[in-house]
């Protein structure tokens, strides 16, 4: 009965390969978030999607592609892996494109590049 | 310049003393004020709420908004061992993105 799922858990994996990260939220929210935190605990939003529309984009690499399916899944792409993109990446959900309504977290994927 | 500040600690403090947590903020179209608790190795989850200045109470957290000071803070009162876990602020303007804190380190020793 989890709310918002990531998988995986964890990713190690080496520098120039290209992974994808997963989210799902059973919550019937219209609203998906991808965040990134770094080592000393800064949380940065990505992206946010509203019924499958884009309408947050960050200043974020090319590298990065975000797709949702559907309004229940919001993925994250990564081509060409840098050192630098290693963080713990979390997906959230609210219900109204309105980030002060409560936003609800998943547990994180934690991603490390060597 | 980041446009919010937290202090990022760590705090230890015994069990039973009140804590103190701290952010400050450069933007003044900032309306909507949060406070979030990240356990370690989780994901942070919404603890409090609050759009305008003055006070509010939820059993032993208080969070306090002064907009003129652009400062808020978040108390706990007769804190415990379960709440050690890292506090996060968090605000936005009416309709945008979320910005958060850097995030306060609380250890509450038994």
């Known amino acids: 009965d989890t709310a918002v799922s990531q998988t995986p858990k964890y990713l190690v994996t080496q520098m120039g390969n290209d992974k994808s990260i997963k989210c799902e939220q059973n919550l019937g929210h219209d609203t998906m978030y991808w965040y990134k935190q770094d080592s000393k605990k800064f949380l940065k939003i990505m992206f946010s999607?509203?019924?499958?529309?884009?309408?947050i984009n960050e200043t974020v690499p090319n590298r990065f592609s975000p797709k949702s399916p559907d309004k229940a899944h919001l993925n994250l792409h990564i081509n060409s892996l840098e050192l630098g993109d290693s963080a713990v990446y979390f997906c959230a959900s609210s219900q109204v494109s309105g980030p002060y309504e409560t936003q609800y977290f998943g547990p994180g994927t934690r991603l490390l590049v060597l | 310049q980041k446009e919010v500040e937290q202090d990022p600690g760590p705090l230890s403090v015994p069990e039973g003393a009140i804590v103190s947590l701290n952010c400050t903020y450069s933007?003044?179209?900032?309306?909507?004020f949060m406070w979030y608790r990240q356990y370690s190795r989780k994901g942070p989850e919404l603890l409090m709420y609050?759009?305008?200045?003055g006070n509010k109470e939820d059993g032993r957290f208080t969070a306090q908004v002064d907009k003129s000071s652009k400062y808020i803070s978040l108390f706990i009162r007769d804190s415990q061992p379960s709440d050690s876990a890292t506090y996060l602020c968090?605000?936005?303007?009416?309709?945008?993105?979320?910005?958060f804190g850097t995030g306060t380190l609380l250890a509450v020793q038994p």
């Open positions: 609050t759009y305008s200045s």
């Open positions: 999607y509203n019924n499958k529309e884009l309408i």
């Open positions: 933007n003044s179209a900032f309306q909507y």
């Open positions: 968090a605000m936005t303007a009416s309709g945008g993105k979320l910005i």
